[in-house]
């Protein structure tokens, strides 16, 4: 079974440019988590979309979107790039239904952002 | 609100000890705690998850402990190896105040074994 795939790994952006990081659950997963990862902060959840809808949001700047698409991949879009926004972001996939304790999380590779 | 705590951050030990990684949680309400393992500019990879309702779970050399009363989990790792070097998370899944599930992640302790 494959696990979940991130793209780009790498990435190098100036600031004020845009991005869009795409993240491929594994099959039969439903739900979709977004994570930022800096050395400082460690990590930080984005939010987390299931079955195509935002079900949970972290405390970051509308700057940051995201969307699921029918198939379960994800997208996530960073605009008006900043210094700080350099990170390692990771996507985890799960089954997803909510209230079960089994809900357990896979993480992706993870996709390396730099801003100049 | 939930806060998760690892400590200590850094552990070094010899080859072939026994070591213990401990995670506090001030919040009991949870569904699941989980263990994660990750490598220098990798992905996290899961270890073991224990549900609210099991004390432990078991996987090769890896045992983890849950105790939802204290607040408290911890993760032994048998017969220590070169190999088992990386940074070990830990993270608890509870409902947050307006019933959305949340994921809350301990800062890590990273570990090294010395051959």
């Known amino acids: 079974k494959a696990g979940v795939t991130q793209t780009p790994r790498y990435l190098i952006k100036t600031r004020g440019q845009q991005v869009t990081l795409s993240c491929s659950p594994i099959s039969g997963h439903r739900s979709v988590s977004w994570y930022q990862q800096t050395p400082g902060q460690g990590l930080q959840f984005l939010f987390e979309y299931f079955s195509e809808t935002q079900r949970n949001k972290g405390n970051f700047p509308g700057r940051f979107s995201g969307r699921q698409f029918s198939n379960s991949r994800s997208e996530m879009n960073v605009s008006t790039l900043e210094l700080g926004d350099s990170a390692l972001y990771l996507c985890a996939s799960s089954l997803g239904a909510a209230g079960f304790s089994y809900n357990e999380q896979f993480f992706g590779p993870g996709t390396r952002l730099t801003v100049l | ?115």
């Not at chain 2, 030990?13 to 393992?37: H, K, M």
């Not at chain 2, 408290?72 to 899944?93: E, H, K």
């Open chain 2, 1 to 115: 609100k939930q806060e998760v705590t690892q400590i200590p951050a850094a552990l070094s030990v010899p080859e072939g000890e026994n070591l213990v990684l401990n995670c506090s949680f001030t919040d009991s309400a949870i569904y699941n705690l989980q263990w994660f393992r990750q490598d220098p500019g990798k992905g996290l990879t899961s270890l073991l998850l224990i549900q609210s309702s099991q004390r432990e779970q078991t996987s090769g050399r890896l045992n983890a402990s849950l105790d939802k009363s204290s607040g408290r989990s911890t993760l032994y790792i048998a017969a220590s190896q070169p190999g088992d070097s990386a940074t070990y998370l830990c993270a608890v899944r509870w409902q947050g105040n307006f019933g959305n599930e949340k994921l809350t992640f301990g800062t890590g302790t990273r570990l090294t074994i010395i051959p």
